[in-house]
């Protein structure tokens, strides 16, 4: 069955300091990957989504994530964080069951907290 | 209005009661989902709608019932809840169901609390 970890629950950064969230999937085909942010008392928004090509993909505000199929991972990365990028983070995978290929497996999400 | 939006923003209801949230979509989009945020729980699919017909309906208790009355609504009726119900309730739409390069764009959420 499709899956999606994240392995880290919270991470704490400085401000200015360089972030990577971690994520890996299990999927038997050829993945379809999204990174989505939820601020405080929002939905989530899309923040970049990979489904073939390079595989360093640039997304909104300043993040990237890198595609490695032999490390099953899609990790998302920002060179120096800002204080208005502490949300929680969610990577998803894009599934196929049921016969329809609309739906998203989430992962539990990673919080930011970041000081200044 | 644009986007996705989800009324009311926070419910309080009790185990008795029957309440309804809504979702409408200003995208023209022809799929429209609705999701369980829970705590410490990954975002779990209720139900999609697809040109105003149901196609996921990933095994949730009956006392939750969806309505999509056009492509641009989405209703879910709420009846006897229990507890364990409360959680954050997400509405997202995308242009279609049947393809993963459409984007999901979700509304703020219902924060539902059930008493």
């Known amino acids: 069955a499709q899956s999606v970890t994240q392995p880290d629950i919270h991470i704490t950064v400085s401000e200015g300091a360089s972030l990577e969230l971690r994520c890996n999937y299990s999927?038997?085909?050829?993945?379809?990957l999204f990174w989505y942010v939820q601020s405080p008392g929002q939905g989530l928004q899309l923040l970049l989504k990979?489904?073939?090509?390079?595989?360093l993909v640039q997304g909104i505000k300043g993040f990237e994530a890198e595609f490695k199929r032999s490390q099953s991972s899609f990790n998302l990365r920002k060179p120096s964080v800002h204080w208005s990028d502490a949300a929680e983070y969610f990577c998803?995978?894009?599934?196929?069951?049921?016969?329809?290929?609309?739906?998203?497996?989430f992962g539990k999400g990673t919080k930011l907290s970041v000081k200044p | 209005e644009t986007g996705v939006t989800q009324t009311p923003r926070h419910l309080v209801m009790g185990m008795t009661n029957k309440k309804s949230l809504k979702c409408e979509q200003h995208?023209?989009?022809?799929?429209m989902y609705w999701y369980k945020q829970s705590a410490k729980k990954p975002l779990e699919l209720m139900f999609v709608y697809s040109l105003e017909e149901r196609v996921e309906n990933n095994s949730v208790p009956s006392r939750f019932s969806p309505e999509c009355p056009n492509s641009s609504h989405l209703f879910l009726h709420l009846h006897t809840l229990q507890p364990e119900d409360s959680a954050l309730y997400l509405c997202a739409s995308s242009q279609d169901y049947d393809s993963y390069t459409d984007t999901q764009y979700f509304g703020p959420g219902t924060r539902l609390t059930v008493l």
């Open positions: 999927y038997g085909a050829t993945p379809y």
């Open positions: 998803a995978v894009g599934a196929n069951y049921g016969g329809s290929q609309g739906n998203l497996i």
């Open positions: 995208l023209g989009h022809n799929a």
């Open positions: 990979y489904f073939s090509g390079d595989t």
